[in-house]
């Protein structure tokens, strides 16, 4: 494998590939004669199918799939959205030209600053077109059958799902089965009403948006992310910050990284804890299971 072509990175495939040229336009579904405006719109397709941000509660296997997928498609875009690296790729099948922005922020933070200089509201109009969708009920019937009611698999499955979904789920899914479109399951009468769990998911919830909020303030958007909508002066966060050089023009990119690492710091500390939690009802049952054995005894 030639270390010295990034694409070989996201696209180990190409190494070995006897016409590499034409990687990248299979990866956006594209043909060789694609033009400028196909390439952008299968980009923009894509790009929201696989956005980390639409797959939140999903498991972490899950997420990382949709990642590795989400920067192989950017990866694809930063190339054939770009005449000069299209039209070294088209000749020569190699993308080893310098990609500038990503040798100082990363490549996760420039795919998704790709992402979001293209259309930072497309997810936002996605969730409300498909929020209360047949879509959307179509997908819970099948994460209902295929985990048989269990309702924190459910949510894992549900693009744009939070914990304010939760009641509207629920009273979804109660419908199908009153319906007879879906089974009841003991599965589902247990976790649809574990009041326990529900209260960790939305403390969750309330944590991240609050970091959202804070982390918007500190890099000079709030105004712009819930205030009156105008582009302030962003505050740089460079010099051992969390973001670094990734807070230039690009402000919701900044954010976006700022609370994505926030997000995962704090989710390893709430899934320690709910492990915890387990735990203790698990040894809590097995005490008391064991001084019911001991009192027939």
């Not at 390439?39 to 397709?45: G, L, N, P, S, T």
């Not at 105008?230 to 505050?235: D, P």
Request: proline share 2%; charged share 40%.
């Amino acid at each position: 494998m030639d270390d010295s072509d990034p694409m070989h990175s996201f696209f180990p495939e190409a190494a070995k590939s006897s016409s590499p040229e034409t990687v990248l336009y299979s990866a956006l579904s594209l043909k060789l004669t694609a033009t400028s405006e196909e390439i952008r719109k299968a980009y923009r397709k894509l790009a929201l199918q696989y956005h980390p941000d639409k797959h939140t509660s999903k498991s972490e296997d899950e997420k990382a799939e949709l990642s590795k997928q989400f920067q192989r498609i950017g990866f694809a875009y930063a190339v054939l959205g770009d005449e000069g690296k299209k039209k070294r790729y088209d000749s020569t099948g190699r993308t080893d030209d310098k990609f500038q922005g990503a040798e100082e922020m990363g490549w996760d933070a420039y795919f998704e600053s790709l992402y979001t200089r293209v259309d930072r509201k497309i997810l936002d109009d996605d969730k409300k077109k498909y929020q209360g969708s047949k879509e959307e009920e179509a997908d819970l019937i099948k994460a209902y059958n295929s985990s048989s009611g269990s309702f924190p698999s459910i949510l894992s499955y549900i693009p744009h799902s939070h914990h304010t979904d939760e009641a509207r789920f629920v009273t979804t899914i109660n419908a199908l089965i009153a319906s007879g479109d879906l089974q009841s399951t003991s599965k589902w009468e247990k976790t649809s009403t574990d009041e326990k769990a529900a209260k960790l998911r939305k403390k969750r919830g309330e944590k991240d948006a609050k970091d959202a909020e804070k982390a918007a303030k500190e890099l000079g958007v709030w105004d712009e992310f819930y205030g009156d909508g105008k582009k302030g002066k962003r505050k740089s966060t460079s010099g051992g910050n969390d973001v670094g050089a990734f807070a230039g023009e690009d402000g919701e990119g900044s954010l976006q990284a700022l609370i994505l690492k926030r997000q995962k710091e704090r989710a390893s500390g709430l899934d320690a804890m709910e492990e915890k939690y387990r735990r203790i009802e698990e040894e809590a049952r097995a005490k008391k299971k064991a001084r019911k054995g001991n009192k027939r005894a």
